[in-house]
C-alpha cells in the first residue's frame, strides 16, 4: 500500500494516496493546480472516479474519441478504465481543483450529479463553495481518526453541492422558465454539435438533454423557439439525410445503412425514411441509381 503524500508548493497542492477507510464512499486524494501552458496528460488510465473543476482558464478533455474545450466553472469526469487525455490551454492555461473518490456509492453520486456515459463534461456553480471543501481536505493533512472524518465530510459536501446543483439549477422538469446560464441559441448549438458526434450510437433527446446539462423539457423548448421543430424531429431529420447521403454513395446493405445512423431496428428505420422521402430506402437507392445512367446517356451539351 502506497504511503499518504502531501505536496505543498506555489503552484500545486494535493493530498494523495489516502486509505480506504470504508466501502460507502471514500476520499482517494484530492488537489489544487495552476497549470502551466505546456501542462499536459496524455492516455491515463485511472482505477477510480476523479471530477476536476475549472477554476479559471482553459484547456481540453478527450475521452472516447470526443475532444471537449472546457472554460472557467465547467468540471470533467475520468471514470475508471478509460483512457483520457487533458491538457491545459497553451494562452490561458487552467487552474483546476480535483477529487479522486471511489466506493459503492459513487455511480449514484455522479449520476445524480447529471454525469452519464454521454456527459462527461457539465457546468457547475458554487465555485467558492467548492474551493473551500477541498482546501479544507488539504489542511486536514495529518493521519487521525478525526482528520478521516474531516475529509470524508468534505468529500460528501462536494458531492451534496453537485447533486444540488444539478437537481435545482438544471433539473426543473416541469417548467420551461426555470434558471439557465446561457441564451437559447447557445444550447441548441451545443445539441446540434452533440448530434453530429453521436447520433450514429442510437442516442436519444434524454441523451442530449444530460449531455447539456439541461431538462428534457427546456431543451425542447429552445428547439421550437431556436429552429421552430422538436429535438426529436431535429435527430430524425438528421439521420435519414445521412443515411440517405450513404444510399448513393455506398453499396452498404440497408440494414447496415439503418445501423450507421443509429437505427437498432432496420424496420422502424425504412418505415421512418419512406415518411420522410416518399420511397423505400431500396427504392431511393435504385431511383437515384437510374437518374444517374439517364444523366449519363444524354449528349452533351456544346
Not at 448513393?248 to 437505427?263: H, L, N
Request: a neutral charge; one cysteine or more.
Amino acid at each position: 500500500m502506497k504511503n499518504v503524500k502531501y505536496t505543498d508548493c506555489a503552484e500545486f497542492r494535493c493530498l494523495e494516496h489516502l486509505r480506504e477507510t470504508c466501502m460507502d464512499l471514500y476520499l482517494i486524494h484530492c488537489g489544487l493546480e495552476h497549470c502551466l501552458p505546456t501542462h499536459a496528460i496524455s492516455h491515463s488510465i485511472r482505477e477510480e472516479y476523479i471530477v476536476h473543476f475549472v477554476l479559471e482558464g482553459k484547456g481540453s478533455y478527450t475521452v472516447n474519441g470526443i475532444t471537449y474545450f472546457l472554460n472557467a466553472n465547467q468540471m470533467f469526469l475520468i471514470r475508471p478504465g478509460e483512457e483520457v487525455s487533458y491538457a491545459a490551454d497553451m494562452e490561458e492555461p487552467w487552474t483546476y481543483a480535483w477529487i479522486g473518490f471511489n466506493g459503492i456509492r459513487a455511480e449514484a453520486c455522479l449520476k445524480n450529479s447529471g454525469f452519464s456515459k454521454q456527459a462527461y463534461v457539465l457546468p457547475f456553480r458554487n465555485q467558492d463553495l467548492l474551493v473551500e471543501q477541498i482546501i479544507r481536505i488539504l489542511n486536514a493533512v495529518q493521519l487521525s481518526f478525526s482528520n478521516d472524518l474531516k475529509r470524508n465530510a468534505c468529500l460528501m459536501m462536494i458531492l451534496s453541492l453537485l447533486v444540488d446543483n444539478y437537481t435545482h439549477d438544471f433539473c426543473n422538469k416541469n417548467s420551461t422558465s426555470g434558471h439557465y446560464d446561457y441564451n437559447r441559441n447557445v444550447y441548441v448549438e451545443q445539441a446540434m454539435d452533440y448530434v453530429k458526434w453521436r447520433y450514429s450510437y442510437g442516442i436519444n433527446v434524454s441523451d442530449i438533454a444530460n449531455y447539456i446539462g439541461i431538462s428534457r423539457t427546456y431543451l425542447n423548448h429552445v428547439f421550437q423557439k431556436e429552429l421552430g421543430l422538436s429535438a426529436q424531429k431535429f435527430l430524425m431529420d438528421f439521420r435519414l439525410h445521412k443515411a440517405a447521403n450513404l444510399l448513393i454513395s455506398t453499396e452498404y446493405p440497408v440494414a447496415e445503412v439503418s445501423t450507421s445512423v443509429g437505427y437498432e431496428d432496420s424496420l422502424a428505420f425504412s418505415k421512418a425514411f419512406k415518411k420522410k422521402f416518399g420511397l423505400s430506402p431500396k427504392n431511393y437507392r435504385l431511383q437515384k441509381e437510374d437518374l444517374e445512367k439517364y444523366s449519363e446517356k444524354q449528349p452533351a451539351i456544346e
